[in-house]
């Protein structure tokens, strides 16, 4: 079983940048695929971005490529999920969650975290 904990939200203006931890218990941490979700008020639950178990496999919704980075420290037990030139619409609550395949439904995952909120807003 793995336990995830995420952390690093917060109220940023627009433009800024948050860096958003998703920190796990568990030794086979480092053998899941880890992906970030999202859901805003009255929205599903949707992909952000997933790395593979070594953090050579990267994958990111169109929305946040180019803003956004996935890395993980297997040694920490920890993924990371830094964004940059944060606009209004990505104000929603963030997850973490893990699988053991790679994939963008957050219906097949395994485990989740309980999220952290972030809010641009000026």
């Known amino acids: 079983q793995v336990q995830l904990v995420e952390s690093g939200g917060g109220l940023v203006q627009p433009g800024g940048s948050l860096r958003l931890s998703c920190a796990a218990s568990g030794r086979t941490f480092s053998s899941y695929y880890t992906g970030w979700f999202r859901q805003a008020p009255g929205k599903e639950r949707e992909f952000v971005a997933n790395?593979?178990?070594?953090?050579?496999?990267?994958w990111y919704a169109g929305s946040v490529k180019g803003r956004f980075n996935i890395s993980r420290d297997n040694a920490k037990n920890t993924v990371y999920l830094q964004m940059n030139s944060l606009k209004p619409e990505d104000t929603a609550v963030y997850y973490c969650?893990?699988?053991?395949?790679?994939?963008?439904?957050?219906?097949?995952?395994?485990?989740w975290g309980q999220g952290t909120q972030v809010t641009v807003s000026s």
């Open positions: 790395i593979n178990p070594t953090g050579s496999g990267i």
């Open positions: 969650a893990v699988d053991r395949v790679y994939n963008r439904n957050p219906k097949t995952y395994d485990y």
